[in-house]
């Protein structure tokens, strides 16, 4: 893991392939920490609970059809 220290305003970029995601701290109040992520289209992000939950219902899917055949 990749740890890095970040200020208000301040971001990070992350390419992946031919894309690039920016990653800015818009805000800091306590333990809490705003951010704000610009990615193309292309790039699905999400909270990680949702992305464990579409991941379950696609695994889910991938069996029924499986099941089907």
Same mark, same amino acid.
């Given at each position: 893991?990749?740890?890095?220290?970040?200020?208000?305003?301040?971001?990070?970029?992350?390419?992946?392939?031919?894309?690039? @995601?920016? &990653?800015?701290?818009? =805000? %800091? *109040?306590?333990?809490?920490?705003?951010?704000?992520?610009?990615?193309?289209?292309? @790039?699905? &992000?999400?909270?990680? =609970? %949702? *992305?464990?939950?579409?991941?379950?219902?696609?695994?889910?899917?991938?069996?029924?059809?499986?099941?089907?055949?």
């Amino acid at each position: 893991m990749l740890v890095l220290t970040r200020k208000k305003g301040e971001q990070l970029v992350i390419r992946l392939g031919g894309e690039t @995601v920016y &990653v800015r701290v818009l =805000e %800091v *109040a306590g333990e809490r920490v705003r951010i704000g992520i610009t990615a193309p289209l292309s @790039v699905a &992000v999400h909270r990680e =609970e %949702v *992305a464990r939950r579409i991941q379950a219902e696609e695994e889910q899917e991938a069996q029924f059809a499986a099941a089907r055949h």
